[in-house]
C-alpha cells in the first residue's frame, strides 16, 4: 500500500524559510519510473503544482516560484523535502506531495498523480 | 504554457448527468487529467490520459478530449458526488504541471 505524509511547520513568519517533509512508504523512489511531486492550495482557492524530483534526481519547478524553491531528497531514503525561502503570507495554504508514476512498467510515460498525501497546512504570519 | 479554464461552477439534480469542461487551445492534443476534492480532504485521481479510470473509481465517470476542451462526464450523479474537480495535463515545452482552476460540482 502506497501512503504519503508530509510535516513541517504549522506557523512561519514573513521572510523566513519553510521546509517540508514528506515522507512516504510502499515505493521507492530509486525505482526507475518514480516521481514525487509537490503541490499547494491556498484557502478556497485552487491547486497549484510547485515541482517535483525523479527517481534520477532530474528535478523540475513552478515557473512563477523555482526561484524560491528547491526540491531534495531527505536524509532518510523515504523523504523528500521541500524548501521555500522568502515565505509571504500570500503562501499561506495547504501543501501536498503526491506521487507519479512516470514510466509504466510497460514503459509508456505517464503524467498524473495516483496517490496524493492527507497535506500539511502552513500559515504565514507574523 | 497553458491556462486550464473551467467553470466555476456546475449543479446538477440527483440521477442526471455532470458535466464539466476543462478548456484550452488545442487541448485534444494533450493527455488531461481529473481530480475530485471533498470539502477537507485531499484531491483523488478519477480520471487519467483523458478517459481511463483508475481502480476503484466507478464506471458513472467517464471523460473525454478532442479539439479545444476536454471533459469530465458524471452519470447518476449522487449526493456523494459533491467536490470540487480539478483537470490537469503536462506542459511538455516548458516541463511543468498545470492545473485548471478547479469547478465546484453542486447536488440540487
Known amino acids: 500500500q502506497v501512503t504519503l505524509k508530509e510535516s513541517g511547520p504549522v506557523l512561519v513568519k514573513p521572510t523566513q524559510t519553510l521546509t517540508l517533509t514528506c515522507s512516504f512508504s510502499g515505493f521507492s523512489l530509486t525505482t526507475r519510473g518514480m516521481r514525487l511531486n509537490w503541490v499547494r492550495q491556498p484557502p478556497g482557492k485552487a491547486l497549484e503544482w510547485l515541482g517535483r524530483i525523479d527517481w534520477d534526481g532530474d528535478k523540475s519547478y513552478s515557473t512563477s516560484l523555482k526561484t524560491r524553491l528547491t526540491i531534495s531528497r531527505g536524509t532518510s531514503k523515504n523523504e523528500v523535502v521541500l524548501t521555500m525561502t522568502n515565505m509571504d503570507p500570500v503562501d499561506t495554504a495547504t501543501y501536498y506531495c503526491a506521487r507519479t508514476v512516470a514510466i509504466a512498467p510497460g514503459g509508456a510515460f505517464q503524467y498524473y498523480m495516483d496517490v496524493w498525501g492527507k497535506g500539511t497546512t502552513v500559515t504565514v504570519s507574523s | 504554457s497553458y491556462v486550464l479554464t473551467q467553470p466555476p461552477s456546475v449543479s446538477v439534480a440527483p440521477g442526471q448527468t455532470a458535466t464539466i469542461a476543462c478548456g484550452e487551445n488545442?487541448?485534444?492534443?494533450?493527455?488531461v487529467h481529473w481530480y475530485r476534492q471533498k470539502s477537507g480532504q485531499a484531491p483523488v485521481l478519477v480520471v487519467h490520459?483523458?478517459?481511463d479510470r483508475p481502480s476503484g473509481i466507478p464506471e458513472r465517470f467517464s471523460g473525454s478530449n478532442s479539439g479545444n476542451m476536454a471533459t469530465l462526464a458524471i452519470s447518476r450523479v449522487e449526493a456523494g458526488d459533491e467536490a470540487d474537480y480539478y483537470c490537469?495535463?503536462?506542459?511538455?515545452?516548458?516541463?511543468?504541471?498545470?492545473f485548471g482552476g478547479g469547478t465546484r460540482l453542486t447536488v440540487l
Open positions: 488545442f487541448i485534444g492534443g494533450r493527455r
Open positions: 490520459d483523458d478517459r
Open positions: 490537469q495535463l503536462w506542459d511538455g515545452g516548458s516541463d511543468v504541471v498545470v
